[in-house]
T-cell receptor, first 113, second 111 residues
Framework: DTGVSQNPRHKITKRGQNVTFRCDPI?????LYWYRQTLGQGPEFLTY????????KSRLLSDRFSAERPKGSFSTLEIQRTEQGDSAMYLC???????????FGPGTRLTVT | RKEVEQDPGPFNVPEGATVAFNCTYS??????FFWYRQDCRKEPKLLMS???SGNEDGRFTAQLNKASQYVSLLIRDSQPSDSATYLC????????????FGKGTSLLVTP
């Protein structure tokens, strides 16, 4: 399977714990995006990378969130001191060129108890 | 005001019906337009890009009216397998080409 992959698929954590998610984009795609989706809403943009450079962050990305793409390949999204409001599906997408279609991974569903 | 507005539905139609979804967007700088399909608890999947001249892919026809800032999707001869949420998506150059999604329109096609 050469699509976007994400791990883990599900994560249950207690409030206050840190969690980290991983995204592996389609191999030749240099643009990688993170989105968050809550029930009944469309996905909302969090941040994106062109190669290893993080070029934009949404105001939704509080100081507790950090994302990296150290070698321009896979990316990680870390949430520190999780809160119940962080419960959501975290989606990763990649695209080949700017403005091109984005292809999504299966997402990581986070539940904060 | 949300940047991309859609009627949430649900649209409940019988198999074989023609159904149309509409979407409006607020940012005139929007440059690319897409329809994504999302099944329950799954990731969004690209259904089709929308071009200025309109485009068709089998039973699906998408149209764009930039003057009115309006995007539409028409599904002909709808099938139960078309049941899903349809997300209208716009892509804005000056926000890093991140996708702005509508809330989605829910479609249920009954046999």
């Amino acid at each position: 399977d050469t699509g976007v992959s994400q791990n883990p698929r599900h994560k249950i954590t207690k409030r206050g714990q840190n969690v980290t998610f991983r995204c592996d984009p389609i191999s030749e795609h240099n643009r990688l995006y993170w989105y968050r989706q809550t029930l009944g809403q469309g996905p909302e943009f969090l941040t994106y990378f062109q190669n290893e450079a993080q070029l934009e962050k949404s105001r939704l990305l509080s100081d507790r969130f950090s994302a990296e793409r150290p070698k321009g390949s896979f990316s990680t999204l870390e949430i520190q001191r999780t809160e119940q409001g962080d419960s959501a599906m975290y989606l990763c997408a990649s695209s080949l060129v700017v403005g091109d279609e984005q292809y999504f991974g299966p997402g990581t569903r986070l539940t904060v108890t | 005001r949300k940047e991309v507005e859609q009627d949430p539905g649900p649209f409940n139609v019988p198999e074989g019906a023609t159904v149309a979804f509409n979407c409006t967007y607020s940012n005139s700088a929007s440059q690319s337009f897409f329809w994504y399909r999302q099944d329950c608890r799954k990731e969004p999947k690209l259904l089709m890009s929308v071009y200025s001249s309109g485009n068709e892919d089998g039973r699906f026809t998408a149209q764009l009216n930039k003057a009115s800032q309006y995007v539409s999707l028409l599904i002909r001869d709808s099938q139960p397998s078309d049941s899903a949420t349809y997300l209208c998506v716009v892509n804005i150059a000056n926000s890093g080409y991140a996708l702005n999604f509508g809330k989605g329109t829910s479609l249920l096609v009954t046999p």
